[in-house]
Nanobody, 116 residues
C-alpha cells in the first residue's frame, strides 16, 4: 500500500503562484508514474500533469507554460509549481501515483482558489 499526503493549496490572486506537494510513504519501490489531477465544481476530474518513468512528462493544454511538475525521488515526493494562476484554475487538486502493477493511489485533495 501507498499513502499520499498533499499540501500547499490555498487562496491566491489571479497572476499569483502556488506550489503543491504530494509525499508518498509505504510501498513506493514500484511507483512509476506520478501525476496531478483537478476537479472543479460541477465538472469531471481532469488530468493536469503527469511524470512517468517511461512516458516522460505531459501537461494539459490549459496549463502548458504555466505549471511545472517535478519529483524528488529520494523523498518520494512530487510537486506542482503553478504560476500565473487564473480563476479557471480553481479546483480541488489531487495527486495520483501508479505502480508497475497498475495499482493507483490518490491523495486526499487540496483546494486551490484563485480570485480574480
Amino acid at each position: 500500500q501507498v499513502q499520499l499526503v498533499e499540501s500547499g493549496g490555498g487562496l491566491v490572486q489571479a497572476g499569483g503562484s502556488l506550489r503543491l506537494s504530494c509525499a508518498a510513504s509505504g510501498s513506493t519501490s514500484m511507483i512509476n508514474t506520478m501525476g496531478w489531477y483537478r476537479q472543479a465544481p460541477g465538472k469531471q476530474r481532469e488530468l493536469v500533469a503527469t511524470h512517468s518513468n517511461v512516458g516522460g512528462t505531459k501537461y494539459a493544454d490549459s496549463v502548458k507554460g504555466r505549471f511545472t511538475i517535478s519529483r524528488d525521488t529520494g523523498k518520494n515526493t512530487v510537486y506542482l509549481q503553478m504560476n500565473d494562476l487564473k480563476a479557471e484554475d480553481t479546483a480541488v487538486y489531487y495527486c495520483k501515483f501508479s505502480d508497475c502493477r497498475r495499482d493507483e493511489y490518490w491523495g486526499q485533495g487540496t483546494q486551490v482558489t484563485v480570485s480574480s
